[in-house]
């Protein structure tokens, strides 16, 4: 065998299996650059690299799925493949009954892979080259199918034996684990290139990849681990396109509150909405501000929404709204204000618009506000737009299929266009801060907050602000009103002054927690009502 035994000790002896999440997510080709410099400028050999990828792998698919004794591994090309043949060789050596299905020709294979390749033939692997996919899945009965068949290379539609395999993997019912990124998935838009392996864990190594959490990424990454090999992206001078929010988010937004504070210290938050028959959104929007730690909470709705709004919960302040002279009073308490959730599309939410849009205060807007801007688009400094990706296409011109192909550019536009924290909704929502006129995010609420008349175009200027991105959440939050919930949870944080870009992501990352929460019992059937239970607690992070 190839590895020499001083390495082979000083990989044992080395945790580099699973570490938490980093909040740091870069492109393909950052990734490819971090992988250069531990090679090229700090020594490490790529071999080394490729024996640490297998070690994390195996500790992967032994913990993920502990009773396995059959595994199969696809290698196809690359070092992808290099690594699939290092776990295989590895799995071996645990005991595991292993073999190797090679799609293409192994001899096409160079460098570390081919060296991957060779000490797996010698540590008597089965490897079995090119063939019928399906055959081998069929007459070995694997109970884990590893995928380490294109890797983040696959830059085209995944076509010939390489979509037979993905397909028979698909197929097979079988449990599967990815390396690095599931084969056929773009690793930087997440959209598979004609179809692509739906993978049940995926371990991504040296920095995570922008295409697992972007486009439709979710359904085919499954559980996401990952190993930095040994290679820190510290100090490398790379300026990653996402951030994952994290609990420092949270600490960062809510504070422990003082002994002395009172309901006036918590932030005055006026939501307006509740047209007939839609009081059911403005009345959880509501609530969920008061979850979240909002001292007082007005409502503005018509008349005949307002017992609707007030059954149930007798803290919120629900007033009558006839019209923008109505509202006078209640934005002259108002620290912030919710506009949108159940307005309508009628003339009453379209004047309640007009009147909100040059207050002073900073602004939500979220469902039907985003339609009335769409057809009236402006800029105005110090608000948060919530859209879903059906919205966001409205307010961009394109249409939602455009925005879930290409949804971090797309965040990233909407905040430039409308000169607004952006909040991108969806599996792994984006929060998307404005840039000022130096090309920096703006993280604080501008000087003045007066709507400009007229559509702006992008500011181009300076570099794009790093947008980030919340992993958490589930299915069963999509369904009727978790948007409100959202749109009152970001308004109470707003309320105390957060910045508006930091209210977003926290607000986003509240309410996907809560929603996890909710669906401990099970997704389907899940509803909105019932994450508001679980709000209070991460209103209050440790």
């Known amino acids: 065998m190839r590895v020499a035994g001083w390495l082979q000790s000083i990989i044992a002896a080395m945790d ?207 559980e996401l681990s990952f190993s930095d090999l040994g290679v820190s992206a510290g100090g490398r001078g790379l300026d990653p396109p996402l951030r994952r929010t994290t609990h420092d988010d949270l600490r960062a937004a809510l504070p422990p509150l003082p002994r002395t504070a009172h309901k006036g210290d918590k932030g005055r938050l006026l939501l307006v909405g509740g047209s007939p028959g839609m009081a059911g959104a403005i009345r959880l929007a509501a609530e969920a501000a008061l979850r979240a730690g909002a001292g007082l909470v007005y409502v503005g709705a018509q008349a005949d929404s307002v017992a609707s709004v007030m059954a149930g919960r007798p803290e919120i302040m629900c007033h009558a709204i006839s019209g923008p002279e109505d509202l006078e009073p209640l934005t002259g308490l108002a620290d912030a204000v919710v506009l949108g959730p159940g307005l309508g599309a009628g003339e009453w939410g379209r004047s309640l618009w007009s009147a909100l849009l040059d207050m002073d205060a900073p602004l939500i807007v979220d469902a039907d506000g985003l339609n009335v801007l769409a057809e009236q688009p402006c800029q105005r400094g110090n608000w948060i737009l919530t859209p879903h990706p059906g919205e966001a296409a409205r307010l961009l011109g394109l249409t939602s299929a455009a925005v879930q192909a290409d949804r971090l550019n797309c965040a990233t536009e909407l905040a430039a266009r409308f000169g607004a924290t952006a909040v991108l909704k969806g599996a792994c929502s984006l929060i998307a801060a404005p840039r000022s006129p130096a090309g920096q995010a703006v993280s604080a609420a501008p000087t003045s907050s007066a709507a400009q008349s007229a559509p702006v175009a992008p500011d181009t200027a300076g570099s794009t602000p790093t947008v980030r991105v919340c992993d958490y959440g589930n299915p069963g939050m999509a369904t009727a009103g978790t948007g409100d919930v959202l749109a009152g949870i970001v308004g109470a944080l707003l309320a105390r002054s957060v910045p508006p870009a930091l209210a977003a992501r926290a607000g986003v990352l509240l309410h996907a927690l809560a929603g996890d929460d909710a669906a401990a019992d099970g997704e389907r059937g899940m509803i909105a009502t019932d994450m508001l239970p679980f709000i209070r607690r991460w209103a209050n992070p440790a």
Request: charged residues 20%; aromatic residues 4%; proline residues 5%.
């Open 16 to 222: 580099f299996s699973l570490h938490e999440l980093p909040a740091e997510v870069f492109s393909a080709a950052q990734v490819r650059e971090l992988d250069r410099i531990a090679i090229e400028d700090e020594g490490t050999p790529g071999y080394t690299l490729m024996c640490r990828a297998g070690e994390a792998a195996l500790s992967t698919l032994t913990r993920r799925w502990p009773a396995a004794r059959n595994v199969l591994v696809c290698c196809g090309a690359g070092n992808n493949a290099g690594d699939g043949y290092v776990l295989a060789r590895l799995c071996q050596g645990r005991g595991l009954a292993v073999r190797v299905l090679a799609i293409g020709p192994t001899g096409r294979l160079r460098g570390d892979a081919a060296t991957a390749l060779q000490d797996c033939r010698e540590s008597g692997v089965a490897i079995e080259e090119a063939g019928s996919a399906i055959g081998s899945l069929r007459d070995f009965a694997p109970d884990v199918i590893v995928d380490a068949l294109l890797g983040t290379g696959a830059d085209r539609p995944v076509t010939g034996a390489f979509a037979e395999a993905v397909d028979a993997i698909n197929s097979s019912g079988t449990p599967v684990l990815a390396l690095d990124i599931p084969s056929g998935l773009d690793a930087d838009s997440g959209m598979p290139l004609g179809d692509a392996v739906r993978a049940d864990a995926t371990i991504t190594f040296v920095g995570l990849k922008q295409g697992l959490f972007l486009g439709i990424a979710p359904d085919f990454r499954g």
